[in-house]
Nanobody
Framework: QVQLAESGGGSVQAGESLSVSCVVTGYESHNTLCLAWFRQAPGKEREGVAALFTGRDYSYYADSVKGRFTISRENANTVILRMSNLKPEDTALYYC??????????????????????WGQGTQVTVSS
């Protein structure tokens, strides 16, 4: 059974940095996965923030976070989202998600939530001005 568990998050001031982590378990192999972070702010739809393909050094970012957020793997089971220069509009519940995928799936489709079939419970990030 695939399971995802987020940790980290919290409350920071605008301009500060924060990281959230996600431990992914249950896959026989972690070599062909898409791992992603999504977020949902109150009253808004869930949106894709960043994603990576575990089979190669490839990641994709939403325009709103490009240059400020970095997605990476700490080890085979853990994906981290490092967020810098945070803004109040980054306030949201952050979810990690996973799905089997291939190199052919790289690109903006990696931020489509319909692609992912395993989700964590979410961790709150609050940025105050």
């Amino acid at each position: 059974q695939v399971q995802l568990a987020e940790s980290g998050g919290g409350s920071v001031q605008a301009g500060e940095s924060l990281s959230v982590s996600c431990v992914v378990t249950g896959y026989e192999s972690h070599n062909t996965l898409c791992l992603a972070w999504f977020r949902q702010a109150p009253g808004k739809e869930r949106e894709g923030v960043a994603a990576l393909f575990t089979g190669r050094d490839y990641s994709y970012y939403a325009d709103s976070v490009k240059g400020r957020f970095t997605i990476s793997r700490e080890n085979a089971n853990t994906v981290i989202l490092r967020m810098s220069n945070l803004k109040p509009e980054d306030t949201a519940l952050y979810y990690c998600a996973s799905a089997l995928c291939s190199w052919a799936n790289r690109g903006p489709g990696m931020l489509a939530q319909t692609w992912y079939n395993a989700w964590g419970q979410g961790t709150q990030v609050t940025v105050s001005s």
